[in-house]
């Protein structure tokens, strides 16, 4: 009888996810610094400063990409980016990408989440903008 049991169990699981893939929307800053030049330069120098590594750089457009930390063990197909841009009224999109993000269904991976809300956090002071969460659990 127990052995029916475990694999309904197992089906179930996987079936659900086990809560390990959350909501996801991109996030919109807007902290009280107007000029965009600025919010740029000091969203650089935040990240910089939190151990994140620029690894695209476009001042141009106020455009930065940096490497998540998660997977960062040598794995080079999983990999998961922070895309920040900031708008020309000094507001500022992040945008989480990669490997850890399910575009299609509109969810990200809850570690992924985490180590995005710990960079929002980090990242609002220098913007004047308070901290906010970035995902709920997902049902799915």
Not at 37 to 54: D, E, K, T
Not at 99 to 114: A, E, P, Q, S, T
């Amino acid at each position: 009888m127990r052995k029916p049991l475990l694999p309904a169990l197992v089906a179930l699981a996987l079936l659900s996810g086990c809560g390990r893939w959350m909501g996801y929307a991109p996030i919109r800053l807007k902290g009280t610094v107007q000029n965009p030049n600025v919010v740029f330069h000091q969203a650089l120098h935040r990240s910089s400063a939190m151990g994140y590594v620029p690894e695209v750089v476009d001042p141009r457009h106020r455009c930065f990409r940096v490497r998540a930390y998660l997977d960062q063990r040598g794995r080079r197909n999983r990999v998961s980016w922070f895309t920040v841009m900031v708008q020309p009224d000094g507001s500022v999109n992040v945008v989480a990408e990669g490997y850890h993000v399910r575009y299609r269904n509109g969810v990200i991976h809850r570690k992924l989440c985490r180590e995005l809300t710990a960079y929002l956090d980090g990242l609002t002071p220098a913007l004047g903008h308070p901290p906010r969460v970035v995902g709920l659990y997902h049902g799915a």
